[in-house]
């Protein structure tokens, strides 16, 4: 059985930290770029549906645009940029009339699909307002959470993960605090095991696996249909090595995990190079009180910060955060010194270049659906303990 020590990144024993370069190449987000081009072929969450009532204005920056999401009149929503394509004022202090945004500085009016509707101030005949269009974004609303699609049409479908289809239990969503750093560092570490058992204390900095501390022989990571499944593997009660726990980076933003009866979708949803939004949503098999409703219950974690500006670091989550955000606001992996336990992120970095690369020849990237009956519920194959290993008190 290969051991942790024995897997080596690279064989041929040239360091595997990327060049500047490289390192913008997977970690920027705005239009344009190669990362920003890959991330606009999905739906991602970008608000709670119930902060917005009807007839009401969120200003949103999301893959570096600066956007309105608006609630119109019988339950429509409408994305829209917010700078007016007039003369630029902002939409964020327009007015809601039916489905539609009119602009506060000249009155235009705007289709949730950015039609130019009316134009107050221009000649009854004129047909200049057929040629003008505001660029908007569609929305769906899933699981209690606002979703877009920024890319190119045709739109593919919101894929039908359990945790937003599944009716047998009680649904709820967390947002968690927008993380003050690029949405990579997050990522790269959902294919990092290792760190859990010394930042969140599980086995004291050992590789040790459930109540009986059995040594964890080895991790693998396994490109799958959806993303990256992460393998655990330690002697069973039978003195032999198996899974003991499995559960998948779904690429490209997202963590899927499930302890006994919860499971739960981490989404890190990039507002911008050094910000990044973080939902989550959980599914707790049993309790089937409300899973098939649209009123969805959602908890807003508190600050990860202590009054003095430190992290608390009596939480998995706040943990997390310190390591993620303390590596820097986009972290310069010119200057990091990956080991043989750091394998996960080079198989995740790899997919990142190739599905770049797949949009950039104008294929669609991986998990993207656009058949109906591929998205019927989207499950995956998790193995876990009964109980968390760590996160007690999360
Ligand atoms: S700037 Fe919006 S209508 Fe003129
Ligand atoms: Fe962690």
């Keep these: 059985m290969e051991r942790i020590a024995e897997q080596q990144p690279d064989k ?13 190449k997977l970690a920027l987000v705005g239009p344009g770029t190669p990362a920003g081009k890959l991330l606009r072929r999905y739906w991602h969450p970008i608000a709670v549906a119930a902060e917005l009532k009807e007839k009401s204005v969120k200003r949103l920056r999301i893959l570096g645009e600066d956007l309105v999401l608006y609630r ?7 994305l829209i940029v917010e700078r007016c394509a007039h003369r630029g004022a902002s939409l964020a202090y327009g007015s809601i009339e039916g489905c539609n945004i009119r602009c506060p500085y000249h009155g235009w ?4 699909a950015g039609k130019c509707l009316e134009q107050p101030a221009e000649p009854s005949h004129s047909t200049y307002k057929n040629r003008v269009m505001q660029t908007a974004y569609p929305v769906q609303v899933v699981a209690g959470l606002v979703f877009t699609y920024m890319g190119p ?14 009716t047998d239990g009680s649904r709820h969503v967390v947002v968690w605090p927008q993380l003050n750093c690029n949405w990579l560092q997050p990522m790269e570490n959902s294919v990092d095991p290792t760190h859990v058992h010394y930042l969140h204390g599980a086995g004291r900095g050992k590789p ?10 080895k991790y693998e990571f396994e490109p799958f249909e959806y993303g990256i499944m992460k393998k655990r593997f330690a002697l069973n009660g039978n003195g032999k090595v198996e899974v003991v726990n499995q559960h998948p980076l779904v690429f490209p933003n997202m963590l899927r995990q499930h302890h006994g009866l919860e499971h739960y979708l981490q989404y890190r949803v990039p507002v911008d190079d050094t910000h990044t939004l973080f939902f989550e949503i959980y599914f707790l098999e049993g309790k089937a009180d409300g899973a098939g409703s649209t009123e969805v219950p959602v908890e807003y974690a ?9 992290y608390r670091m009596d939480r998995v989550w706040t943990q997390d ?15 990091e010194h990956l080991a043989s336990a750091d394998r996960g992120i080079l198989v995740f970095r790899k997919m990142l270049k190739e599905q770049i690369d797949r949009v950039s020849k104008g294929k669609d990237p991986m998990g993207v659906i656009r058949d109906p009956a591929r998205n019927r519920l989207i499950a995956f194959n998790t193995i876990t303990d009964s109980k968390r290993e760590v996160g007690k008190g999360r």
């Design 12 to 24: 041929k024993g040239k360091p595997p930290m990327l060049s500047k370069k490289e390192n913008e």
């Design 72 to 78: 119109g009149e019988e339950g429509s929503y409408g």
């Design 109 to 112: 009016l705007y289709s949730p």
């Design 153 to 166: 049409r045709p739109v593919p479908l919101l894929p039908s993960y359990d945790v937003f289809t599944r």
């Design 208 to 217: 040790v696996h459930g109540d009986g501390n059995a040594e964890i022989k």
């Design 302 to 310: 508190p600050s990860a910060m202590k009054e003095d500006g430190s």
């Design 321 to 335: 955060y310190m390591a993620w955000e303390t590596a820097g606001a986009i972290f310069d992996r010119s200057q």
